[in-house]
């Protein structure tokens, strides 16, 4: 249908505006009770979410399948501009927060989708507003920036919350001022990478009381609210972002000898405030964002998604959001493939609904039959073989897995991608996870068989648990 | 709310108010005027955080929206916001502390680390050193006799710290 599809719109362009097995397809506009500025997806397939501002501290669940959403216990305190993880437990934790505009909280939480209630954990050193969370490869996770407050600025002080010990490690030998919301990634060596909005790059080696190595620099300058993705293990990809929003592109190899961004393709339309989210066929999708140059600019809305494909390079234009979601709006991959997008600030305008949600459905899933799952384990170690029941096992040319998301203001803090190595086996395939946590850090994986057709299936979810299975690092 | 109103007080109105249209400070309206101090680029956002006791300069941070491009500044009525830059390599600065003096003090990035300076408009921005063995410092204030107060950073912790006439020790236990 694609190929016909593609055909016909080469001779009638118009042909391939709305076909959905080419540019995807939105659902119809879901009202919701608030605007979701976070979110992240649990172990159990729903989405937690919270609002902006005075409503932060008023989360609510959607459950995919059913399409509503419940109100969940408040954590008692404003979590809207905090950062957020899903540890290797399944547990979220949940660290900063807002007290007053550009004035954290020193809170760290953590939300247990199970009983649904919250812990307090010890305070960081100082208020955090606008930090992000990184899970490290022996499931601690790093926290870097936020604001402590306009008058003492941004906390320069990494902290690492430590699992086993309940307690924080301070970086004192790793003090930076960084960007808010900073776009760490870690990195197949097992540092974490800082990637931007703001150059240079950077290495955070978190050993001991940690320390920074200087990196190399974007080409375009600063990407202020340009989002960011690891698209393959240490392949980052940056589009969009900066003041004058750009359509330019980086991408950056983090195995090479001496990384270096350089660009790719371009996008249609420069944007920034956008989501950039990954499909379960390595492809990036992203959604919503203003071309404007005001910073929330609801005049120069950029409605139609983009999909770029890394083995080209090009994007290709999708469907259209009915609204405008730009800063504070959020988009995650769910299980079933389709990808959530939601929320946003502006609501003074016809082009804006903020307390709204829509889900894009990409062409993949109007390509045919999708393969199925019908055994998977739930739960293995790093560099473990394990066998997936399928009927399709003939038909599979892709198997992937993808980090559960959380994602707020542009940056998903927790998706990452790897290809898995598969061959086959009766009645389905034996499938290798990555041979070290520095690939994929404890924490849960949606894993995806996909067809040579690009479709799909629906993810099993599994999880990456080297206490059980044992413990491979570096 | 206070409701009372005088002659001085309207004298005082028109004093704001008329330099407010030309540009100046605008009436406040709880006995404040208040004045726009700028951005070091346009569009962006900008914080004070000290003002020499006099009056005449204040210091603080400006970037563009979010925390990108943060430089320290220091501004005068007569100059406006000068950007103060960053120690060599670095992307970050921010100001906390100015004395009678014009000596301004805050830190930067540099590329690996982030190090305290103080900055005077003769010699521009110097890094202030952390203890032995630490690799980082920051500086928030600054008196008239050029004593600056901050703290070091390295794998035994944060400490606090003076730096008088650049020579760096600890703080008396006093001070602790």
Not at chain 1, 417 to 427: K, P, W
Request: charged share 10%; with cysteine.
């Amino acid at each position: 249908m694609a190929v016909l599809s593609t055909m016909l719109g080469s001779v009638c362009p118009w042909a391939n505006a709305q076909d959905p097995s080419v540019v995807g397809q939105f659902s119809v506009l879901m009202s919701w009770p608030g605007n979701a500025t976070h979110a992240v997806l649990l172990p159990n397939g729903k989405v937690l979410w919270w609002p902006s501002f005075a409503n932060g501290g008023k989360p609510q669940i959607w459950d995919p399948v059913s399409s509503t959403n419940t109100a969940v216990t408040s954590p008692g305190y404003n979590i809207f501009c905090g950062a957020h993880s899903v540890l290797g437990n399944g547990q979220v934790l949940i660290t900063g927060g807002d007290s007053a505009l550009n004035t954290g909280v020193a809170n760290a939480s953590l939300y247990d989708p199970v009983s649904g209630s919250w812990t307090f954990l010890p305070n960081m050193n100082a208020g955090r507003w606008y930090p992000t969370n990184t899970v490290l490869p022996n499931g601690d996770v790093v926290v870097t920036s936020g604001e402590i407050s306009p008058g003492l600025g941004v906390d320069p002080l990494p902290q690492v919350w430590q699992v086993s010990s309940g307690t924080w490690r301070d970086l004192t030998t790793a003090q930076l001022g960084l960007p808010l919301y900073p776009e760490m990634y870690l990195a197949p060596n097992g540092t974490l990478f800082f990637a931007g909005p703001t150059l240079p790059s950077r290495y955070l080696n978190t050993d001991g009381r940690g320390s920074w190595t200087i990196g190399p620099r974007m080409q375009y300058g600063p990407r202020g609210y340009g989002p960011s993705v690891m698209y393959d293990n240490g392949k980052i990809m940056i589009t969009g972002g900066g003041i004058a929003p750009t359509a330019t592109t980086e991408i950056i190899n983090l195995n090479d000898p001496v990384p270096t961004w350089r660009y790719t393709g371009s996008m249609a339309n420069p944007r920034r405030n956008a989501n950039a989210t990954l499909l379960p066929d390595g492809t990036v999708l992203v959604t919503g964002g203003t071309s404007g140059a005001a910073f929330d600019d609801y005049t120069h809305p950029v409605f139609p998604a983009e999909l770029w494909n890394p083995t080209t390079g090009a994007w290709s234009t999708m469907a259209s959001l009915s609204v405008y979601r730009g800063y504070h709006s959020v988009a995650l991959l769910l299980p079933d493939g389709r990808v959530l997008s939601a929320g946003g600030e502006c609501n003074t305008s016809p082009l804006c609904n903020r307390n709204t949600a829509e889900i894009f459905s990409p062409p993949y899933l109007f390509n045919g039959p999708r393969p199925t799952i019908t055994s998977a384990p739930t739960s293995i170690g790093s560099g473990q073989t394990f066998f997936v029941g399928t009927p399709d096992a003939a038909n599979i040319t892709q198997v992937t897995w993808i980090r559960l998301g959380a994602v707020t203001h542009t940056f998903n803090q927790e998706q990452r991608i790897s290809f898995l190595g598969f061959s086959q086996a009766t009645g389905g395939l034996n499938v290798t996870a990555p041979p070290s946590a520095n690939l994929a850090p404890p924490g849960f994986y949606m894993l995806f068989l996909v067809n040579r057709s690009g479709v799909p299936s629906v993810a099993s979810n599994i999880q990456v648990d080297n206490s059980t299975h044992g413990h491979k690092h570096k | 709310m206070r409701t009372d109103f005088s002659i001085s007080k309207l004298i005082a109105m028109l004093v704001v108010a008329i330099p407010c249209v030309l540009g100046g400070p605008a009436w406040a309206g709880d006995g404040y005027a208040v004045v726009e101090l700028g951005a070091l680029r346009q569009g962006g956002s900008s914080v004070g955080r000290h003002m020499d006791s006099v009056g005449g300069q204040v210091v603080g941070s400006s970037g563009l929206t979010h925390g990108s491009g943060t430089r320290a500044f220091v501004w005068s009525a007569s100059s406006g916001m000068r950007d103060l830059g960053t120690l060599q390599g670095g992307d970050y600065s921010e100001a906390f502390g100015v004395n009678d003096a014009g000596t301004v003090v805050g830190d930067s990035n540099t590329p690996e680390t982030m190090r305290a300076f103080v900055w005077n408009a003769r010699e521009g921005m110097r890094e202030l050193s952390p203890l032995p063995g630490d690799s980082a410092s920051r500086a928030f204030a600054i008196n008239n006799s050029g004593q600056i107060v901050g703290y070091s950073s390295g794998k035994h912790g944060v400490r606090a710290v003076v730096w008088s006439h650049f020579e760096l020790g600890t703080l008396p236990s006093r001070y602790r």
